[in-house]
């Protein structure tokens, strides 16, 4: 971790239910399951707006980034906790060679529906074996570090729905999102962008999710705030990953910003 995220202003950590966490990991992930079983090979073929990935390679990557959780906790624990939840989406961009390298190893190895449909099973059952005898607290030697059981599995809600979404888009789905993991990516990007861009002066608003104030500048303490964003959740998710464009998103009315200040484009996006 560099000295400037050292030195960043970290906002109140939210508190997640660890419980409603650990369900919708599973339920999001059975969705996108279910919804990769009926996938023909051209779909499998079309590309995505991820490079040069397919939708063969992005259905693979999805199950790299759930299967990690049982592959560290198949591995000892480490001694100490060396990257808390609010720093994740900071750490992520550093990794994304070598995540790419291993999702196309990973789809390489998974040619065809059948043995595609074989990896979603076997990631499925090894979590659902794993997960109900680890303690919250059971730190994981992750890509970024080490962190907790508990914090790792909120970061999982966001591969996964901005996976989904990411699936939809290319394949022409629509594959549901599970509410209580929409609600933890949701929240776990406006609190990044808190930590980005610590201050007062800017509420960004997604309902009915998250209200997080950001960006230096005068603090308002009663009333309305005189510089509001406001967006739903998948758009919101859009521009925190950079699916979406700022001005594009204001054009076309899927954020409402008002204020000299309520204008985040350089603040966008926050994860790579």
């Not at 609010?86 to 790419?100: D, G, L, M, N």
Request: net charge negative.
């Amino acid at each position: 971790m560099s000295s400037a995220d050292q030195k960043r202003p970290r906002p109140r950590p939210r508190r997640y239910d660890a419980g409603k966490i650990r369900a919708a990991v599973l339920a999001q992930f059975g969705n996108v399951q279910d919804a990769v079983r009926d996938l023909t090979p051209a779909q499998l073929a079309l590309p995505t707006h991820l490079g040069d990935w397919t939708v063969r390679d992005l259905a693979a990557h999805i199950t790299l980034a759930v299967g990690a959780v049982s592959r560290c906790l198949e591995q000892p624990a480490p001694p100490k906790q060396e990257v808390p939840l609010q720093e994740w989406p900071f750490a992520t961009a550093a990794h994304a060679a070598q995540i790419s390298d291993a999702t196309k190893s990973i789809s390489e190895a998974a040619p065809d529906l059948d043995a595609l449909y074989a990896l979603y099973e076997r990631t499925r059952t090894r979590l659902a074996e794993l997960l109900p005898t680890a303690p919250d607290d059971r730190l994981l030697a992750t890509r970024v570090g080490a962190m907790r059981l508990d914090d790792y599995l909120v970061t999982r809600t966001v591969e996964l729905i901005v996976h989904t979404d990411d699936l939809n888009h290319a394949a022409g789905l629509a594959v549901p999102y599970d509410r209580q993991a929409l609600a933890a990516c949701t929240r776990l990007l406006a609190d990044a962008l808190a930590v980005k861009a610590p201050g007062g002066s800017v509420e960004v608003r997604v309902p009915p999710y998250a209200v997080v104030q950001c960006v230096e500048g005068p603090r308002h303490t009663r009333g309305t705030p005189p510089n509001v964003v406001e967006t739903d959740p998948l758009t919101w998710i859009r521009l925190a990953t950079g699916r979406t464009d700022w001005d594009a998103a204001v054009d076309d009315a899927k954020v409402s910003a008002s204020g000299e200040r309520a204008h985040l484009a350089g603040l966008l996006p926050i994860l790579g």
